[in-house]
T-cell receptor
Framework: AQSVAQPEDQVNVAEGNPLTVKCTYSVSGNPYLFWYVQYPNRGLQFLLKYITGDNLVKGSYGFEAEFNKSQTSFHLKKPSALVSDSALYFCAVRDRSQAGTALIFGKGTTLSVSS | EAQVTQNPRYLITVTGKKLTVTCSQNMNHEYMSWYRQDPGLGLRQIYYSMNVEATDKGDVPEGYKVSRKEKRNFPLILESPSPNQTSLYFC????????????FGNGTRLTVT
């Protein structure tokens, strides 16, 4: 069975500092991994995805994520946080070897960036 | 503009009164899906559709129905809503390829009293 864990309900960082939002996953095969962001009163927006190849994936708004197969992790990072990055972040996984399976979402991590 | 449009954005209803939440996408996507979002539970899939006239249950389908008569539309039907269906609902669509990202609507906040 597929699963995603986001171990932190909330992450607090000061503007200008680096940020990390953690995600670990469990799939029986190889994963497709995604990060989405949700701003208040809006739907989820796609940030980035890992399919194959380079373990460091770059996405929208200066975010990047590092795929680590041995640790089954896909942490979201940004070198310098902005107040406008404050939002709810979701990690999601799909097992690429099982056609038809749903995209499984983590429970979300609230990022709060203070000025 | 490429988008997924849900209506209504907010809905308050009473137990047992049938309702429909509409969803339409203009990106010619084959795949469409409904999720509900609840605090502490993240997003859970209700139903999905791989193409016209092809729908299937997700993780939490009880109490919901869907239909896919046209490629662009994927309505969610609650025939007899109950208070435990009070939630934030999202429609999403994507291309057929499994590594394609989902495009989400802005959500429908449903309250059943």
């Amino acid at each position: 069975a597929q699963s995603v864990a986001q171990p932190e309900d909330q992450v607090n960082v000061a503007e200008g500092n680096p940020l990390t939002v953690k995600c670990t996953y469990s799939v029986s095969g190889n994963p497709y991994l995604f990060w989405y962001v949700q701003y208040p009163n809006r739907g989820l927006q796609f940030l980035l995805k890992y399919i194959t190849g380079d373990n460091l994936v770059k996405g929208s708004y200066g975010f990047e994520a590092e795929f680590n197969k041995s640790q089954t992790s896909f942490h979201l990072k940004k070198p310098s946080a902005l107040v406008s990055d404050s939002a709810l972040y979701f990690c999601a996984v799909r097992d690429r070897s099982q056609a038809g399976t749903a995209l499984i979402f983590g429970k979300g991590t609230t990022l709060s960036v203070s000025s | 503009e490429a988008q997924v449009t849900q209506n209504p954005r907010y809905l308050i209803t009473v137990t047992g009164k049938k309702l429909t939440v509409t969803c339409s996408q203009n990106m010619n996507h084959e795949y469409m899906s409904w999720y509900r979002q609840d605090p502490g539970l993240g997003l859970r899939q209700i139903y999905y559709s791989m193409n016209v006239e092809a729908t299937d249950k997700g993780d939490v389908p009880e109490g919901y129905k869907v239909s896919r008569k046209e490629k662009r539309n994927f309505p969610l039907i609650l025939e007899s809503p109950s208070p435990n269906q009070t939630s934030l609902y999202f429609c999403a669509s994507r291309m057929t390829e499994y590594n394609s990202p989902l495009h989400f609507g802005n959500g429908t906040r449903l309250t059943v009293t």
